[in-house]
């Protein structure tokens, strides 16, 4: 209907500007029209921000209409930035001419900066603050990393250069914030024990160029819980936890009703959701990211735990993790509440093995040995991370010398960032950079980091001299060989008509492999 009512009015208003000569003629028919159509065909699409701005200099009704809080420019942000509407509450206040302005300079910052870089990193020195003029911008960082995603989509083979710098600048944007964000998160008390937020952190530190956020990992999670719900229906359509109302911490202390959960979600997970554990594809990073573990359906015994034990949480059922060797389980208690307990008062769960229950003897059968009572305890968030990233750590080092080793440093950077005081790891991350630190664009930065985290390792282990030495010997030595580095010697065309040709084919433009970002 308003479809209608504007279409006609487009007809309407172009004749009376023919049968009144003067512009003011169309623009009297135009303002006369309703409110709501007016403003229907200001947000219609087929109109710029410029279009806007001129429309609302022509008269008070007009400019009323295009009022900065209204739908008009509202409408001219979405359009020209959709993936930013997101960020935005209905409930909030905006002024949206204000927001598009601040949008608007925060891109000709970006793709300046972008253009900066390529003029910088093609030159034969490299700032070490390369990155200082991004973390002193002003406005919001969600910006900048909108307009360096819009370079990215470019279409086709488009300004692969500006491509490529942008792809770098926004790595290290998300990766800087993620961590931030991971070590506030450690930051917080013991029974803080949000499992799953933890493990999200982890999975955007690796993934710094994927759309992960715990809102859309915990929904998916809530859709399943959802499923649970029905299945418990079925089974007990008076029980408790299907009461329960979302973001409720309410936990279950009868053990027939919790094994009532633990039924439905065995059901829901592993028979029809057809969950399992990676066994054909063990040792693959994606078993440890909660987002592929939901889309891939499988993982490994910790993820898969996770998983579980988000879900049973949220239903009643207080499982917690324990950090068996080899093979990470849940365990469930059976004793009587306020009693004094031992490992023999608990059963524990074997997510990876379709949720199966076992006894302190199926748990060492298990894993083939004998184990003592303290590994069967329960562990803090910390501890599940610290055993998430070192399942990294360990696929980093796996790494062969023709691949990035970008899992490696990431990994690394997420160990220090728990436990910076780390020494074995700390070598190892300098022995990683100065490795990197071959290719000219990043060479002096990373030489002087290197230096920095040896000079580090020195003071907490005086210990490790020999091997603090020696690598600081040959990053001294790669400093100098870095100052000597002559360019190559081209062979010159020897005739006449070739004097300006300063090249050899093939010699323009050198490319190299680039291990990360």
């Known amino acids: 209907m308003a479809a209608a009512v504007v279409d006609s009015a487009m007809e309407v208003v172009p004749a009376l500007a023919e049968e009144a000569a003067p512009e003011a003629a169309g623009l009297s028919c ?8 007016l403003e229907y065909i200001l947000c219609s699409g087929s109109l710029t921000a410029a279009d806007i701005g001129r429309v609302s ?3 008070r009704r007009l400019r009323e209409l295009c ?25 909030d206040y905006v002024n949206w001419l204000e927001e598009y ?60 250069t500006w491509k490529y710098y942008a792809k770098k600048i926004l790595y290290y944007l998300r990766q800087q914030k993620i961590l931030n964000n ?12 949000s499992y799953l937020e933890g493990a999200v952190y982890i999975d955007q530190y690796c993934n710094p160029l994927s759309d992960i956020s715990l809102k859309d990992i915990q929904a998916q999670i809530d859709s399943i819980v959802e499923l649970v719900c029905k299945t418990l229906r079925g089974i007990n359509s008076r029980h408790p936890s299907l009461a329960f109302k979302a973001g409720e911490s309410s936990m279950i202390m009868e053990i027939e009703l ?36 939901l889309i891939r359906r499988t993982g490994i015994p910790i993820s898969m735990s996770l998983l579980y034990l988000t879900i049973a949480r949220q239903l009643g059922v207080p499982l917690e993790p324990v950090n068996f060797p080899s093979h990470f389980l849940l365990r469930w208690c059976q004793g009587a509440e306020g009693a004094s307990l031992d490992i023999f008062d608990y059963i524990y769960i074997d997510a990876f093995g379709k949720g199966k229950q076992l006894t302190v003897k199926e748990c060492e059968y298990l894993i083939g040995q004998h184990v003592t009572a303290a590994l069967y305890g329960v562990v803090n968030v910390k501890k599940v991370l610290q055993r998430m990233v070192g399942n990294l750590l360990s696929l980093g080092k796996r790494e062969g010398i023709d691949q990035s080793y970008q899992l490696l440093r990431d990994s690394l950077d997420l160990y220090l960032a728990m436990y910076p005081d780390q020494v074995q790891l700390l070598l190892l991350q300098a022995r990683l950079y100065f490795h990197l630190g071959i290719w000219p664009e990043k060479s002096f930065c990373l030489v002087l980091k290197v230096l920095d985290i040896l000079q580090h390792i020195q003071t907490l282990d005086p210990g490790q001299h020999g091997a603090v030495g020696y690598l600081v010997q040959h990053t001294l030595e ?29 010699l323009i433009m050198k490319h190299k492999r680039k291990l990360g970002v």
Not at 182 to 193: C, I, N, T, V
């Open 57 to 59: 200099s022509t008269c």
């Open 101 to 160: 302005k601040v949008r608007q300079k925060a891109g000709l910052e970006a793709r300046k900066i972008v253009a900066s870089f390529s003029k910088r990193f093609f030159s034969e020195h490299v700032p070490c603050n390369g990155f200082s003029d991004i973390e002193n911008l002003e406005g919001p960082e969600i910006f900048f990393e909108d307009e360096l995603v819009c370079i990215l989509n470019m279409e086709g083979r488009k300004a692969l």
């Open 258 to 293: 919790q094994s009532q959960v633990l039924d439905a979600m065995n059901y829901v997970l592993y028979d029809q959701l057809k969950f399992k554990g990676n066994r054909m594809d063990y040792y693959n990073a994606l078993n440890l990211y909660m987002h592929q573990v």
């Open 30 to 37: 135009l303002v006369n029209l309703p409110g709501e159509v």
């Open 67 to 91: 009022q900065s809080s209204g739908k008009v420019w509202k409408e001219q942000f979405r359009v020209r930035w959709p993936s930013l509407m997101k960020h935005y509450s209905p409930t």
């Open 182 to 193: 991971l070590k506030a998160f450690l930051q917080q008390p013991d029974d803080y024990e």
């Open 478 to 506: 790669h400093i100098e060989r870095k100052k000597e580095e002559v360019g190559v010697e081209v062979k010159l065309r020897s005739h006449e008509k070739h004097r300006d040709v300063c090249y050899s084919i093939g």
